[in-house]
């Protein structure tokens, strides 16, 4: 048994998610982590709500409320509809935690000591319209290197190049759009990237053959290009104070921690947080800190964050010259576009998380974005690839040989499973098949290539349709009773086989083929090759009951409806 720690990027406070954020992060990295504990790993599968900055600030004083207040509100607002979508998270935690201040400050004050942060004088926007310094995201101009007319001040949207406001073409302040901007002198810190860039070059060596290669192009990319020293504070009310013992005179000034400093801090924050809670059990460092513990560390994000989680927290953390346990894996995603466009929070372009979960269940949700995930390329939600997916693979392909197995056969032997003859040669081809595309399936997902998994669950659930129509029992039943009782007997075991299989990326579905049979004993986490090809887990005269329709058949009502809703085609 190995231990795994998983983190998915934070999502951010401000506005409940779309399905591309959802799709990139948190719901890969539950995947993953569900597989990982029923293959008897020790696994702590980590995230948060990314807290500071500006955004938050803006938006609950849009609101009238203080920004603790709306920082609350939304955590929980968050976190309910990921529990809506059944993300198992071992813990769900805050980046303006008390945790993660004092890790925060702390790794903060190590940097230092160890010559790797200074202050610097800088010349920074203000805004005379708004009456205050600008932070990066809030000033919006042209990138200088695309051409994209919308580009934030810290972060190219369209070509993810990393910005300084003084980068931008035409700039203007993204609060009241006045260009009445002038530069002025201020006091930053700076992380000493560039005294660090050899030790992070040594580490992504080391490791990055084992990323995905976009994770591990856009790292070598940076690093290539060269670090840069970067200003890791900012002038907001809401953050992770700078410290007074270490800087009084810009903890006087009201200086905060950039939230790219702090937020993947969090991890760790997050950690202690969920160690807190129960702390004669649960020891943060033990999977934090690498002389203590053997610990594989998996990343989950969209690439957009990959520059940041693979050369920022890693210079971050081989500052401190601290122990820290460093990832071993970034899986990295590409965007997940709606009908060819982005799908955008602040532009409200595509379907957001709880209008999803308001239409139809997590499990149509979670089986779709799985299936389709952006892994090699950029990848399009239209409303016509998720009615064919959900009707042919869900309903026909998994849901529609659960139901008239199970009815059927209730039908024509009553309520128990059926004993029937000895398996027999069709029965053997049928074990042999699902043995190997178990193993085929694991193979995919111990690679974290979710969208081949999907295609060997497909085929898993298909190969029960091949076999069903191969022995055809509403035929068999007129000539050989005994023969169509053992194909009914040996399609149930195929249920109870899909459903500890298929839990990984529809949960709930799982759990309901499982309650179908009333098996006391039933403490099955995984089925093991021999089970497989023996499909024998559910004994003659096991009691059960045909569960409701598993996924019900979307119709072309439906698709109107959504498309009417929701938009088909991007403006």
Same mark, same amino acid.
């Given at each position: 048994? $190995?231990?795994?720690?998983?983190?998915? $990027?934070?999502?951010?406070?401000?506005?409940?998610?779309?399905?591309?954020?959802?799709?990139?992060?948190?719901?890969?990295?539950?995947?993953?982590?569900?597989?990982?504990?029923?293959?008897?790993?020790?696994?702590?599968?980590?995230?948060?709500?990314?807290?500071?900055?500006?955004? $938050?600030?803006?938006?609950?004083?849009?609101?009238?409320?203080?920004?603790?207040?709306?920082?609350?509100?939304?955590?929980?607002?968050?976190?309910?509809?990921?529990?809506?979508?059944?993300?198992?998270?071992?813990?769900?935690?805050?980046?303006?935690?008390?945790?993660?201040?004092?890790?925060?400050?702390?790794?903060?004050?190590?940097?230092?000591?160890?010559?790797?942060?200074?202050?610097?004088?800088?010349?920074?926007?203000?805004?005379?319209?708004?009456?205050?310094?600008?932070?990066?995201?809030?000033?919006?101009?042209?990138?200088?290197?695309?051409?994209?007319?919308?580009?934030?001040?810290?972060?190219?949207?369209?070509?993810?190049?990393?910005?300084?406001?003084?980068?931008?073409?035409?700039?203007?302040?993204?609060?009241?759009?006045?260009?009445?901007?002038?530069?002025?002198?201020?006091?930053?810190?700076?992380?000493?990237?560039?005294?660090? %860039?050899?030790?992070?070059?040594?580490?992504?060596?080391?490791?990055?053959?084992?990323?995905?290669?976009?994770?591990?192009?856009?790292?070598?990319?940076?690093?290539?290009?060269?670090?840069?020293?970067?200003?890791?504070?900012?002038?907001?009310?809401?953050?992770?104070?700078?410290?007074?013992?270490?800087?009084?005179?810009?903890?006087?000034?009201?200086?905060?921690?950039?939230?790219?400093?702090?937020?993947?801090?969090?991890?760790?924050?997050?950690?202690?947080?969920?160690?807190?809670?129960?702390?004669?059990?649960?020891?943060?460092?033990?999977?934090?800190?690498?002389?203590?513990?053997?610990?594989?560390?998996?990343?989950?994000?969209?690439?957009?964050?990959?520059?940041?989680?693979?050369?920022?927290?890693?210079?971050?953390?081989?500052?401190?010259?601290?122990?820290?346990?460093?990832?071993?894996?970034?899986?990295?995603?590409?965007?997940?576009?709606?009908?060819?466009?982005?799908?955008?929070?602040?532009?409200?372009?595509?379907?957001?998380?709880?209008?999803?979960?308001?239409?139809?269940?997590?499990?149509?949700?979670?089986?779709?974005?799985?299936?389709?995930?952006?892994?090699?390329?950029?990848?399009?939600?239209?409303?016509?690839?998720?009615?064919?997916?959900?009707?042919?693979?869900?309903?026909?392909?998994?849901?529609?040989?659960?139901?008239?197995?199970?009815?059927?056969?209730?039908?024509?032997?009553?309520?128990?499973?059926?004993?029937?003859?000895?398996?027999?040669?069709?029965?053997?081809?049928?074990?042999?098949?699902? %043995?190997?595309?178990?193993?085929?399936?694991?193979?995919?997902?111990?690679?974290?290539?979710?969208?081949?998994?999907?295609?060997?669950?497909?085929?898993?659930?298909?190969?029960?349709?091949?076999?069903?129509?191969?022995?055809?029992?509403?035929?068999?039943?007129?000539?050989?009773?005994?023969?169509?009782?053992?194909?009914?007997?040996?399609?149930?075991?195929?249920?109870?086989?899909? $459903?500890?299989?298929?839990?990984?990326?529809?949960?709930?579905?799982?759990?309901?083929?499982?309650?179908?049979?009333?098996?006391?004993?039933?403490?099955?986490?995984?089925?093991?090759?021999?089970? %497989?090809?023996?499909?024998?887990?559910?004994?003659?005269?096991?009691?059960?009951?045909?569960?409701?329709?598993?996924?019900?058949?979307?119709?072309?009502?439906?698709?109107?409806?959504?498309?009417?809703?929701?938009?088909?085609?991007?403006?």
């Amino acid at each position: 048994m $190995a231990r795994h720690l998983i983190t998915s $990027a934070l999502p951010y406070i401000n506005g409940i998610k779309h399905l591309g954020n959802m799709v990139g992060s948190m719901l890969p990295a539950d995947v993953y982590s569900r597989y990982l504990r029923q293959r008897g790993h020790d696994v702590l599968f980590i995230c948060a709500t990314d807290e500071h900055g500006t955004p $938050a600030e803006l938006a609950a004083k849009e609101l009238g409320v203080p920004v603790d207040e709306f920082c609350a509100q939304a955590h929980e607002a968050q976190k309910a509809v990921y529990d809506g979508f059944n993300l198992a998270f071992d813990y769900f935690g805050r980046s303006s935690s008390p945790q993660n201040r004092e890790i925060t400050q702390e790794i903060a004050r190590e940097l230092k000591a160890n010559g790797f942060i200074e202050e610097r004088a800088i010349r920074q926007v203000y805004s005379n319209a708004d009456g205050r310094f600008l932070p990066d995201r809030y000033i919006i101009g042209t990138c200088p290197h695309c051409g994209y007319d919308k580009a934030r001040g810290d972060q190219c949207e369209n070509c993810t190049r990393v910005l300084d406001p003084t980068d931008l073409i035409d700039p203007r302040s993204a609060i009241s759009g006045s260009s009445d901007l002038e530069v002025r002198e201020t006091k930053h810190l700076f992380l000493l990237q560039s005294a660090l %860039a050899g030790e992070v070059e040594a580490w992504v060596d080391q490791r990055a053959d084992n990323w995905p290669v976009l994770a591990s192009s856009i790292a070598r990319k940076w690093l290539t290009e060269g670090l840069h020293d970067r200003a890791i504070t900012r002038d907001l009310d809401w953050g992770v104070p700078v410290p007074a013992d270490t800087w009084p005179e810009l903890a006087a000034e009201g200086k905060v921690f950039y939230v790219w400093f702090d937020a993947p801090i969090e991890y760790i924050g997050a950690t202690k947080e969920w160690s807190d809670q129960d702390p004669e059990n649960r020891d943060w460092r033990s999977w934090w800190w690498e002389s203590e513990a053997d610990v594989h560390y998996t990343q989950f994000m969209g690439k957009d964050n990959v520059p940041f989680h693979s050369v920022m927290f890693p210079a971050t953390q081989l500052g401190t010259r601290s122990p820290w346990k460093m990832v071993d894996v970034i899986k990295a995603f590409n965007w997940l576009n709606y009908y060819g466009g982005k799908f955008s929070t602040s532009q409200k372009r595509g379907v957001f998380t709880h209008d999803a979960l308001e239409i139809l269940p997590a499990d149509y949700w979670r089986y779709f974005m799985m299936a389709n995930a952006p892994e090699s390329d950029d990848t399009s939600f239209t409303w016509e690839h998720f009615t064919a997916t959900v009707n042919k693979d869900l309903a026909d392909t998994l849901g529609n040989f659960v139901n008239r197995v199970l009815s059927f056969s209730r039908k024509r032997f009553g309520d128990a499973v059926p004993e029937g003859g000895e398996p027999g040669e069709a029965e053997a081809r049928l074990g042999e098949e699902i %043995a190997r595309l178990l193993a085929e399936y694991e193979e995919h997902m111990e690679a974290i290539q979710f969208r081949k998994a999907a295609a060997s669950l497909r085929a898993l659930w298909s190969a029960g349709n091949s076999y069903l129509e191969e022995k055809a029992p509403w035929l068999e039943i007129k000539t050989n009773k005994e023969g169509a009782a053992l194909t009914l007997r040996t399609a149930m075991n195929l249920i109870h086989l899909y $459903a500890v299989v298929s839990e990984p990326f529809i949960p709930t579905s799982s759990a309901t083929m499982r309650a179908a049979f009333d098996l006391k004993d039933d403490t099955a986490v995984w089925v093991t090759q021999e089970e %497989a090809k023996a499909l024998a887990a559910v004994p003659v005269g096991t009691p059960f009951t045909v569960p409701p329709v598993l996924f019900a058949k979307l119709t072309d009502e439906d698709l109107a409806a959504y498309k009417e809703r929701f938009g088909g085609e991007t403006e």
